[in-house]
């Protein structure tokens, strides 16, 4: 079964991997394949390093994804 990802939830793993996290840390964070954050990183690297940081209603809200994400692939 293929998993569909909300692309705000793309681009947050791409800064995240601008920031200093290595594909290897954020595939055992998030459960999203080395290959298809890899993909991502090609696609929205240039854009990602222009987004202003997330607000607060930003930051809990990606956390939720993150869990409901999580509890999907459990």
């Known amino acids: 079964m293929k998993t569909y990802y909300d692309i705000d939830f793309k ?3 791409v800064k995240e991997y ?3 996290k290595s594909l290897n840390n954020l595939y055992q964070t ?8 890899a993909g991502w990183i090609k696609k929205y690297s240039e854009e990602c390093q222009y987004i202003k940081p997330h607000n607060k ?4 809200s990606s956390e939720e994804i993150r869990a ?3 509890k999907i692939k459990e």
């Open 18 to 20: 601008l920031d200093g």
């Open 57 to 60: 209603e930003n930051n809990a």
């Open 30 to 37: 998030y459960g999203v394949a080395k290959s298809t954050i």
């Open 11 to 13: 681009k947050e793993l």
């Open 68 to 70: 409901l994400n999580k």
